[in-house]
């Protein structure tokens, strides 16, 4: 494993840096883009269900445990990232963390309970956005009065009133665009 090292942000567990895999295309989300993120999200997370459907190194979810969420489900295909994932979770004793290790896509067929955030950060080049947000919208996963943070490449291009959903907040940091969807 490279010395590859995140940073939380905000909120219990501020400062602390945590170790991920060395995954080929895994890249968190910036700590200048979590910033403006988790100021966006500053009245939504505490206390809130959130859902970190590409969990990768952990960073959009451990930050929303750290600043106040009641739960986060990580989701996690890749066997290393996820094995780094429950070695961190194990470091910060977070015990509102649930880590699954399974495809996203699987995954949202099985879940029945809705979430108030959920984070989406797929793979890039891979078309999976708009399958998962199919998913998640039509089996009501998002509660009402949630929201949706995704990031995807910034030569993609979605329409997002096909979901019935609009977009609330929207930033680009290189080649990477964030929205924060209602």
Known sequence: ??????????????SRQLRFADVPGLRPTP????????????????GARCLDL??????????ALSRGASEVVMVEKHPAAAKALRDNIALLGAQHAQLVHDDALRFLQRET???????LDPPFRKNLLEPVLDTLLAKSLLKPGGMIYLEHESDATI????????IHRETQAGQVKSFLLI
């Open 31 to 46: 700590d200048r883009v979590r910033e403006t993120l988790f100021n966006w999200l500053q009245l939504q997370i505490p």
């Open 1 to 14: 494993m490279k010395n590859n090292l995140l940073r939380i942000i905000g909120g219990e567990w501020r």
């Open 54 to 63: 590409f969990a990768g190194s952990g960073a959009l979810g451990l930050e």
């Open 113 to 119: 309970e809705g979430f108030e955030v959920i984070f």
């Open 159 to 166: 329409d997002f009133s096909r979901f019935n959903l609009n």
